[in-house]
């Protein structure tokens, strides 16, 4: 278990509204990411980073910003949620060594509903 | 098409059958990965594979780096076996990115 947080677990919020999800973690890992897990299309990646203030797109990052200003956290930013982001989001964190085998560790999530 | 896909996507089973699930990459990795979720529930993972094969308590996997195809087996089944088994394949030259399928659907019925 790489001890990584996720809050909220749960959140309700209105089309429009900005949110923010934090991911901590206490493992001192170098990679950090986010993932929206959607029926039918399995985990898809919105954002990562790999180091501090270092951080690149993934498949899905339109609506989405992150922020990575400490090792420990990683935020992911919904400037104004809209109810195609209704999803359960996955944090996850990984070694930057070769021999991991790009092996990554997963938070909780959140299940974020947008009305 | 998916880089990883994963066969069957929905498998109910009777506790103690043997069951057999399927991942099918398409480029080249340095590794294989089976992550497990229940219900509800978080994301572990079960088995990260290079070459041949691995076995954790009921659990084995296995790989065919020439075929391009990975299995996960369950032996002697039970309803605590009921989850969705995710395959993620690791590229060689990879950003420390997984690619995942989109998932098999485990039911065991008692």
């Known amino acids: 278990d790489a001890g990584i947080t996720q809050s909220p677990r749960h959140k309700v919020t209105e089309t429009g509204t900005p949110v923010t999800l934090r991911c901590h973690q206490t493992?001192?890992?170098?990679?950090m990411y986010w993932y929206r897990q959607d029926p039918g299309h399995g985990l898809r990646l919105i954002h990562y980073?790999?180091?501090?203030?270092?951080?690149d797109k993934g498949e899905v990052s339109d609506g989405y910003s992150v922020s990575r200003s400490k090792t420990e956290d990683f935020l992911l930013t919904l400037e104004s949620a809209t109810s195609s982001q209704t999803s359960v989001y996955f944090c996850a964190t990984g070694l930057a060594l070769q021999s991991s085998y790009n092996e990554q560790f997963f938070g909780p999530g959140t299940r974020l509903t947008v009305l | 098409k998916n880089e990883v896909e994963q066969s069957p996507q929905n498998l109910t089973a009777q506790e103690g059958e043997f069951i057999t699930i399927n991942c099918s990459y398409s480029v080249g990795i340095s590794a294989l990965h089976w992550l497990q979720q229940h219900p509800g529930g978080g994301i572990v993972s079960l088995f990260m594979?290079?070459?041949g094969k691995k076995k954790h308590g009921r659990l084995i996997a296995t790989i065919n780096i020439q075929e391009k195809h990975s299995s996960l087996h369950i032996t002697a089944s039970h309803p605590r076996d009921s989850a969705v088994y995710i395959c993620a394949s690791a590229k060689y030259y990879g950003n420390n990115r997984l690619a995942f399928g989109k998932g098999n659907q485990v039911v065991v019925i008692p």
């Open positions: 980073s790999y180091g501090v203030k270092d951080t």
């Open positions: 493992e001192n890992h170098r990679y």
């Open positions: 594979l290079s070459s």
